[in-house]
């Protein structure tokens, strides 16, 4: 039974469903496209015709992409794991922001991107880019927020631009992404069928459609989903881009167990098992049709219409070298014996992957509900083993990874994983992958287990996991992994540490600027300061740092804090009163960078010529004043 509408129909809905019906064509995200109308009605559209890709809102999206921000990444040792010796990075915050602030520091040295991006299929998909702001309607309808209280967007399909806001959320993230890749570096995707189209074009867009290598098929699962109203979808799409094709070389994988036991050693041959194949080959070529004496003293011949695979000469010399097999009684037909040692080329990557191979969505949700204490904190997470094998692919054993939908942290989880493998297998210098993880602090469902379980958000879900599994891989080979990186410096992003007045400068008067006691916020520390100067500068923000007083006691003074990175890629000083004592002794140490604060000096006694002394004592070191 149907309840009375009370309300008069829709016609302009009629109209689009009966257009629908007749032109399907027409028809974009529920509306008529006009122009293509007329060209069904045999109307010319006077419009330059380009090959090419486009949406409702693919300018602003360009622009997005090189929009600059007033942000920075605060760094957390309280949270991070082994913060002074790791090298793996755990950031908090929009990736959008994110990607733009790791450009300099980042720029060109990521290896492999994996991402798993929301997929568009209506609820999985929230945003906060500066294009939609001009749209107050639709944000007050669908607004929610975030633990800072920014405003967050679902993308449901009653939104006019559902394909149109996805790609737009796409597209500067991976023009920003592409940067950070070096030249022989990889991009994985996740993607199912909503979206595959839009992403491909995308990606052909951004990446050039000749980088594309390959559309991974993944069978995500392995039974018919019998309720399924048409097909049931068994698999997810991975798309996977080279920034430069002619720069990408692909690993060849290590062979399967089963592989490894089609090889046997019979004739205990001291290079090791081999197997053996065909010594003849389908064309008939006289020179290489002569008769073959076995060890049981018969003659062969190959087959008919068949050669022998080498000339006369060459077989002699195969024979003699023990290569050629004529079974265990010297009897059989030849067959040339081919070494595992000697095919360490391993195996061509197929474009298929199978769930008993690289895992299930089942199995992924199992091994994470493993990982804590039988609960399912986090819907939907990868396989590790998925994930694995696009590094196995992909990565070099020291590589950067980068995943800046991180989720859950699969893809730490695999890093960490295939890094103890090579240990174990005494691979030279085991494996030292280095990961990035970028993550929304997306409040977790308060009706959720993690929320119950007290996750306030998914970093925190990301970020355990990322503890737990580190532990369990270490305590499966204690011995062998006992140096294993399983740890990870967190960072947040936030507001730039400075005071607008140092961007405005030129706004203010004098008198302004000296009722203020500094251009930087007073709640930001000196690791603050320290991190902002590295992306600044475009330093890697996992490398060591000391910290130590300089100018102690001698002159009655504290001492003076000094940070010093990297063994002297940058030394900061961040101090209220700087002296020249303090200046000297830190360039005497020469290193590549300085940075002071302004402050320091404005308020010295004695108003230092920091310049002046930089050039008489390191002429190369290069300093800034903030
Ligand atoms: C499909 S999940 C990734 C799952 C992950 N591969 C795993 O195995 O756990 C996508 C993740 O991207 C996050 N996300 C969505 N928009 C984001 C944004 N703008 N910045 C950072 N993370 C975002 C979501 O919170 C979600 O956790």
């Known amino acids: ?129 500066n294009f939609t ?45 592409r940067n950070l890749l070096s030249n022989d570096g990889v991009i994985f995707i996740s993607i199912d069928d909503n979206e595959v189209a839009q992403l491909r074009k995308i990606c052909d867009e951004v990446f050039g459609e000749s980088n594309f290598v390959t559309n991974v098929i993944w069978q995500k699962k392995f039974s018919p989903q019998n309720d399924a109203k048409y097909f049931s979808q068994n698999h997810d799409n991975i798309l996977c881009y080279a920034k430069s094709m002619t720069d990408f070389q692909r690993h060849f994988l290590p062979p399967t167990e089963e592989q490894i036991n089609r090889y046997q050693n019979p004739d205990n041959d001291p290079r090791g098992v081999w197997t053996s194949g065909d010594c003849s080959v389908g064309r008939v070529t006289a020179k290489d049709i002569y008769p073959i004496t076995t060890p049981s003293a018969r003659k062969v011949y190959p087959s008919s219409g068949r050669s022998w695979s080498f000339p006369k000469e060459n077989m002699e010399k195969l024979i003699a070298d023990n290569r050629i097999w004529f079974g265990e009684n010297g009897d059989n037909v030849p067959r040339v014996k081919r070494f595992f040692s000697e095919t360490n080329q391993g195996l061509v990557p197929i474009s298929i992957w199978y769930h008993d191979e690289v895992g299930h969505t089942q199995s992924a949700s199992q091994d994470l509900k493993k990982l804590f204490d039988d609960v399912a904190y986090f819907d939907y997470p990868k396989p590790v083993g998925l994930i694995r094998k696009c590094l196995q692919i992909a990565s070099n054993k020291d590589s950067i990874i980068l995943d800046f939908f991180s989720g859950s942290s699969t893809t730490a989880h695999a890093v960490m994983q295939l890094n103890a493998e090579d240990m174990s297998a005494g691979q030279a210098g085991g494996g030292k992958r280095k990961f990035i993880m970028v993550q929304l602090p997306e409040a977790c469902d308060e009706k959720s287990e993690a929320a119950k379980a007290g996750y306030r958000n998914i970093c925190e879900i990301g970020k355990e996991r990322i503890r737990r599994a580190g532990e369990k891989i270490v305590a499966e080979k204690p011995l062998d992994r006992a140096g294993l990186d399983i740890g990870f410096r967190v960072l947040k992003l936030d507001d730039t540490n400075m005071e607008d007045v140092y961007y405005a400068a030129g706004e203010y008067t004098q008198e302004m600027l000296k009722g203020m006691a500094s251009n930087i916020k007073s709640d930001r520390s000196d690791m603050d300061l320290l991190f902002g100067c590295l992306l600044d500068w475009g330093l890697p923000l996992s490398l060591p740092h000391t910290q130590e007083v300089i100018d102690a006691c001698q002159t009655g003074r504290h001492g003076t804090t000094i940070h010093t990175y990297n063994d002297g890629d940058l030394i900061a000083c961040f101090a209220d009163n700087v002296s020249e004592s303090v200046v000297k002794e830190i360039a005497k140490r020469q290193p590549l960078r300085v940075v002071f604060r302004d402050s320091s000096f404005t308020s010295s006694p004695e108003k230092i010529n920091v310049e002046e002394i930089f050039k008489h004592l390191a002429p190369n070191t290069k300093v800034r004043v903030i």
């Open 133 to 177: 702001q001009s749209r107050e309607d639709y944000e007050d309808e669908s607004g929610m927020y975030n633990e800072e209280g920014d405003r967050l967007f679902k993308n449901t399909e009653t939104n006019g631009r559902f394909h149109s806001d996805w790609c737009s959320m796409m597209y500067p993230r991976l023009v920003l992404a």
């Open 1 to 129: 039974m149907t309840k009375p509408k009370f309300e008069t129909s829709d016609g302009t809905a009629e109209n689009i469903a009966k257009l629908a019906e007749l032109f399907p064509g027409v028809i974009t995200e529920g509306k008529v496209n006009v122009d293509a109308l007329r060209t069904y009605v045999g109307e010319e559209i006077f419009k330059d015709e380009a090959y090419e890709f486009t949406w409702v809102g693919k300018r602003e999206a360009v622009r997005e992409a090189g929009r600059p921000i007033r942000k920075t990444l605060r760094p957390c040792p309280e949270e991070s794991k082994n913060w002074d010796t790791t090298e793996n990075l755990y950031i908090e915050g929009g990736n959008l922001d994110v990607l733009k602030l790791l450009q300099e520091s980042y720029l060109g040295k990521v290896k492999m991107i994996y991402i798993d991006p929301p997929y568009n299929t209506g609820n999985d998909f929230i945003y906060r880019d």
